[in-house]
DNA sequence: ATTAGCATCCTTTTT
DNA sequence: GGATGCTAAT
C-alpha cells in the first residue's frame, strides 16, 4: 500500500513561502541553545552528524530539530522519520516534541523505534516477502521452541546443537544483514555438523508457514523487499523529507543499511551518537558506522557538542580522564560551566555485603539530609550484584526499584495468556496452540502432540485445524479425544465472540477464567501464584487502552513494559547498560573489580576491544552523576557460590588524582586508607574489626594455602597482591572463623542480616537457633549474627 | 503424566 | 548460589 495518506504541500514554491513567512516568526524553541546545539538544529539540508558527549543536550537537539522543521513548515509531522533505540526513548521524543510546539503537532506516525518502523512498513508490503500483512512477530522464547523443532526435524542431537545457540547466530546473521543466501559458506558450517545455513533456510520457511517473523526478521525483510522493488523504496524517499536517528553509535549492520537505503532518497538525515558512549557492540552494535557516515553521505556536515550541561568539574574531569585511555575515539573535549563540586570517591569494602551495608548507610545519611531517593541510583556491572543490595535495602526499609528486571510480556503467565489470546485470533499460530494445549493440565501430551504434528504435516494446515479433524476421528483414546473437543470448542467459542463484538476485555476474562487458567494459579500454592494472577489481572486491564484484539497483541509484541510506580521516591537499582541516558544526583558504582569490571569474559572474548568497552561503560555510569559520583570496590566476592579474593579495577587506576580521594569509611567498617595510586597493595586491612583472633586466623589459612599454591604452581599475577589473584576460599571457612570467640548467650537480643532483630533460643557449637521477631526460628551461623544494642 | 532430584551453566539487553 | 533443563523414578 503506498504511502500517500495525507496530501503533500501543494508544490515547492509553497513551502518556500510558508517558509519564509515562517523563518519571520519568532521562534521560541531556539532559545537558550548554544551555538553548537543551534547549528546542529538549523542544519536542516543535507547529512548531518552530531557528536554528541554525555550530558550535552543531546535530546533537546533532536527535538527542537525536529520541532523546527515543522515550525518552518519544511515538512508535515508525517513526513518526518525519526527512530529512536527504545520505546521509552520514542516515548520521550514525543513528549518532548509536543511541549516544544505547545500541542500544536499532532502525533508523528513516523516517530518509533527500528523495529516499530520497520513492523509498518513491512505490514504494507508483507506479501513481498511471502507474509500476510497480519502476521505475528515471534518473541525469543517462540523463536527458540521453533528452533528445536528444526534442529530435531534434521536428525541433529539437540545437546550437542542447542537451539539457544542456534538463536544467536540467527541473530547474529540477521543483524548483518544476512538472508540465508548470503551467509558467508565458512559461517554456516560451524553449526550443525556443516548444516547451519541450511537450518537457517529450513527455520526461515517454517516462519513464512506460520505467518510469522522474528524481530530479525522485521528489518531484515524490509530491506530484502527495499532492495528487490525499488518503487517501494521510492514511496518512502517521497514521504520522509527529513529523517533523524538516535543513538546512532548503537545501530548494527542491519540497521545501517536499512536506514541508507531510506536515506539515499532527499539525503536530508541527521545523526546523533556519541562513540564513547558505545556499550552494545556485543549485540552487533558498529561504532565503525559512525566513521563510515562521511564515508556513505559525503559532504555531510560534522557537528560537536562538547557543553556539558549535568556534571560538575570533578565528575566531568574524572571521566574523561577515564576515557582518554582508550584508543580509536573520534575525540570530543568535555567542558562545563558548573562548579567543581565534591570529587568522585573511591570506597574499599571487605567484601560485597559490607559494600552493600556501606552504600545503604552512605544512602540513609543522604535521605536524612533532605536528598530525594529518586535522585540517587546503584549501578552495577551485572545483575547478578543486585540481590545483596535488595536485601540490604530491605533490612533498612530503604524503598526501592529495580530497573531491567524480567520483563512484564517475558514472565509465564502473561505469555501464557498471550498465547491464548493468539491462538483464538489466530488460528496458523502452531506456537501459540502448542503452548497451550496443555497448560493448564488437560492430558494432551507428548503423545497427543506428535499425533496432531503427523496430521499437520500431511495434510499441510495448522496444528488447530488438525486438531479439529483428529478429534473427530478413532484415532484417539477416548479421555484425549473428549478434553481436546473440550478445548476445540472452547476455542472457536472465544473467537465467535470476538466477532460478534463481546467486548475484547470481557473475552479476554472469560479466557482466562473458562480455559481454567487463573484456577490452575488459584489452586496453586507457592509464593509467586498470587502475583501472577495480579499480573493477569493487570494484563486484562491494560487491554482495554485498545480498540480491539488485534491491535492489543501487536503492541504487546513491541512495546509491553510493566508499569511499577514510577513517580514515588525510591532508589534506583540497575545495571550500567540500563542506565544509559538517565541522569542522578548522586551515583553509586559498586563492584569496581578486576574480573567483575572490566567483566572477564569481555576481555577473554575480545581483547582490547573489549576492554575499551568495559572502560566505555565505567564513563557511561560516572557520567550519570550530577553532582556524586561514588565507586566502590570489595576485597571478596562470591562468583559462582565461591569466594574469591579480589584485585580492584584498573579502571581506578586509571583516575585522576586531581578529581578523586579515598573515602574514609564509617568508623569500624574498615575502610583502606592509602593513596589512590596504591590499591593493589590490598588487602592490607587493620581496621578494628577485622583485627579479631578468628580473621588472623583466617588470614594465616589464605598464606598458607597461598604459599602451598606459590610451591605448586609458581608465583602469578601482577604485583604484590598477585598471589591473591583467584584465589578461592571456601565460605565456610571464613565465616566460621570469623565467628570465634563472637560469645553469644542464651536469650541474648541479636540482628540477622536478612532476617531481621530476634532471641537467641540455643547455642551448639558456631550454630544459633534464633527466634526472629518476623522470620520465626531458623538455625543460622553465629557468624551471621550481630548483638543487637 | 508428573515430579523430584541431579548436572550444568553461568555478562551486559532491546525489539 | 541459583536458575534451568534433563533423566529417572513413581
Redesign the pocket.
Known sequence: MPPADETAPANASGLAARALAASAARRPYLEGLNAEQREAVETLDGPVLVLSGAGTGKTRVLTTRIAHIIATARAYPSQILAVT??????REMKLRVGLLLGEVAEGMPWLG????IA?KMLRRHAELVGLRPDFTIL??DDQ?RLL?QVIAAENLD??RW???HFAHLI?SWKNRGLAPDKVPPGEGMAFGNGKGVKLYGAYQERLATLNAAD??D?LLHVITIFRAHPDVLGLYHERFRFILVDEYQDTNVAQYLWLRLVAQGRRNVCCVGDDDQS?????GAEVDNILRFEHDFPGAKVIRLEQNYRSTGHILGAASALIAHNQGRLGKTLRTDAEDGAMVTVTGAWDSQEEARLIGDEIEALQSKGHALSEMAVLV?????M?EFEDRFVNLGLPYRV??G??FY?RMEIRDALAYFRIVTQPADDLAFERII?TP????????LSLLHNHARSARVPLLRAAEALAQSEELKPK?RVSLRDLLIAISGWAERLENGTPHTEVAAQILEESGYTDMWKADRSAEAAGRLDNLKELVRSMEEFPDMRAFLEHV???M?ASDGEDEDRVSI?????AKGLEFETVFLPGWEDGLF??Q??????GRA?LE??RR?AYVGITRSRRNAKIYFATNR?????WQSTVPSRFIDELPQAHVEVAEGEAGYGAPRHAPSRFDNLPAFAASTYATPGWQRAQARQRMAEEASARGTGMRGRGAAGGFQNRIIE?EVVASSIAQGAGFIMGERVFHQKFGPGVVAAIEGNKLTVDFDKAGRKMVLDSFMQKAG
Open positions: 533505540f527504545t520505546n521509552k526513548a520514542a523505534t527500528f523495529h516499530s513492523t518473541d525469543t527458540i528445536k539437540e545437546k542447542p537451539a539457544r541473530d524481530f530479525g522485521l556499550i552494545y557492540g556485543w549485540r556491572r551485572i545483575s547478578a550484584q540481590r530497573i531491567g524480567p520483563r517475558e496443555n493440565k488437560r492430558g494432551l501430551a507428548e503423545a497427543t484425549p509484541a513491541l512495546v513494559e540497575m545495571t550500567l547498560h540500563g572490566p567483566n569474559r569481555a576481555l577473554d572474548e575480545n573489549g568497552e568495559e561503560l562470591r562468583l559462582h557460590g565461591l565460605g
